[in-house]
């Protein structure tokens, strides 16, 4: 009875979504009803994979863009973020030292580090890397350092007496006890590359849903923007889901 209505609530949910969308777009001149959207946008749906020109391509195929771009910056993020929310929460000076420059860094918005990045690189593939790299890695900073910060002094004290090497300390006590909040950060990071891959390739133009989105607002055809919206959303969704169960077997370890 509990799975199925796990099951029934979220269909109900996304139903009266629906009928609310209808509703909104009878009272909205330029607004597409869902089924609106579905006619101008089914070959993008049904053809996910073709490709017929840069940006006209099936929507697999771009989420698939915009999704590499992701994981390159979301990697060079956490291989940043993770070593350095480590020497964060080992060393009080360099917290002390550096927590002032995290908090005015972390709430900029990637729409200021872009043209920054454009700046500095030339070209809009490593200036998105550099944003979404640069405006991800925060939560990741601040989870590895607050796991570390929050090691019992037992442990610390029993690697003492055990004589445990600093590499043994770091692989036995350091890692595993911060791992749970390390991939909290991670999580969250994930979902902060997702949302500002798609300010990157509007700004940027670059093949993707967001340089998709960005091309079909000009051109107004507003079924196809609404098409990216609801892709935007279910990869988020997923990706967030997929990240969750990774740090659900971890805390169950």
């Known amino acids: 009875m509990h799975r199925l209505t796990n099951i029934i609530l979220p269909i109900i949910g996304i139903l009266a979504f629906g009928v609310l969308w209808s509703i909104v777009s009878t009272k909205v001149q330029d607004l597409p009803s869902p089924r609106e ?23 697999v195929l771009l989420a698939y863009y915009s999704l590499m771009r992701v994981a390159r910056g979301f990697l060079l993020g956490a291989l940043i973020g993770t070593p350095l929310g480590f020497i964060l929460g080992l060393s009080k000076t360099f917290h002390r030292m550096f927590d002032p420059v995290i908090q005015v860094l972390r709430p900029i918005s990637p729409l200021a580090w872009l043209p920054l990045g454009l700046v500095i690189f030339q070209k809009s593939e490593p200036a998105a890397l550099f944003t979404i790299a640069l405006c991800s890695m925060w939560p990741t900073v601040i989870n590895t350092m607050s796991g570390v910060q929050s090691i019992p002094q037992e442990y610390w004290n029993v690697a003492k007496v055990l004589r445990l090497s600093g590499f043994q300390t770091f692989t036995k006590v350091l890692i595993p006890a911060t791992l749970p909040f390390m991939f909290t950060g991670y999580r969250l990071s994930l979902g902060i590359a997702w949302l ?19 091309q079909e607002y000009n051109s107004l055809i507003y079924a196809h923007i609404l098409l990216c919206i609801v892709t935007i959303g279910v990869v988020g969704f997923l990706l967030d889901r997929m990240m969750g169960m990774v740090e659900m077997r971890l805390r169950a370890q």
């Open 37 to 59: 959207t579905w006619e101008e946008s089914k070959l993008y749906i049904l053809a996910p994979l073709e490709k017929r020109g840069e940006m006209d391509q099936g929507i």
């Open 196 to 214: 500002v891959i798609v300010a990157s390739e509007m700004l940027t133009g670059t093949p993707g849903i967001g340089g998709f989105l960005w």
